[in-house]
T-cell receptor, first 116, second 115 residues
Framework: GAGVSQSPSNKVTEKGKDVELRCDPI?????LYWYRQSLGQGLEFLIY????????KSGLPSDRFSAERTGGSVSTLTIQRTQQEDSAVYLC??????????????FGPGTRLTVL | AQKITQTQPGMFVQEKEAVTLDCTYD???????LFWYKQPSSGEMIFLIY??????QNATEGRYSLNFQKARKSANLVISASQLGDSAMYFC????????????FGAGTRLAVHP
């Protein structure tokens, strides 16, 4: 079946502009995660959605970052007034969200964001 | 605070040999999970193996095994019979207790397999 998809695959924007990144999780996965990977670094947790529960936003680096998940499926990560330090690959992952199977997070291909 | 440490920025191994990638972790939670992911140059993150803190036996998945030493807080990945396609970045990660709602990643180890 289809894996996690993300769009766009690449995004180049100017400093100060807003950007929206989209994630389509695997059908039936109730948990959805956003991570950020700066060049040559490990992944940094941003936000987590589980079903209808309030999201865990503890990893969002500033109030310029926000995310929503509509209908328990597609998620959009929005970065307002982008800064050069926001340049990174933004990865989305989904999991079954319950039981031992929740341990395996399936990652999308990522969106490479470049802020000029 | 939870933390993952990977002290080997780069490793190389001869094809068909075994290699161990180190990972140590720090947490005060009694319940946690440890993961290894592979990231080839294409950028995708590929799940390799999982070890729960209460699992009695070390996890194995094909050529991958996890050497879990709880007292030492280490979770090293062992790749047996290395193949050229194993060349990639390898990340160790930990999930906190209370529902495993996020992964904390180490900085990664770049593995190069030489023919």
């Amino acid at each position: 079946g289809a894996g996690v998809s993300q769009s766009p695959s690449n995004k180049v924007t100017e400093k100060g502009k807003d950007v929206e990144l989209r994630c389509d999780p695997i059908s039936g996965h109730t948990a959805l995660y956003w991570y950020r990977q700066s060049l040559g670094q490990g992944l940094e947790f941003l936000i987590y959605f589980q079903g209808n529960s309030a999201p865990d936003k503890s990893g969002l680096p500033s109030d310029r970052f926000s995310a929503e998940r509509t209908g328990g499926s597609v998620s959009t990560l929005t970065i307002q007034r982008t800064q050069q330090e926001d340049s990174a690959v933004y990865l989305c992952a989904s999991s079954l969200g319950r039981g031992r199977a929740a341990n395996e997070q399936f990652f999308g291909p990522g969106t490479r964001l470049t802020v000029l | 605070a939870q933390k993952i440490t990977q002290t080997q920025p780069g490793m190389f191994v001869q094809e068909k040999e075994a290699v161990t990638l180190d990972c140590t972790y720090d947490t005060s939670d009694p319940s946690y999970g440890l993961f290894w992911y592979k990231q080839p140059s294409s950028g995708e993150m590929i799940f390799l193996i999982y070890q729960g803190s209460y699992d009695q036996q070390n996890a194995t998945e094909g050529r991958y095994s996890l050497n879990f030493q709880k007292a030492r807080k280490s979770a090293n990945l062992v790749i047996s019979a290395s193949q050229l396609g194993d060349s990639a970045m390898y990340f160790c990660a930990m999930a906190a207790s209370g529902g495993y709602n996020k992964l904390i990643f180490g900085a990664g180890t770049r593995l190069a397999v030489h023919p």
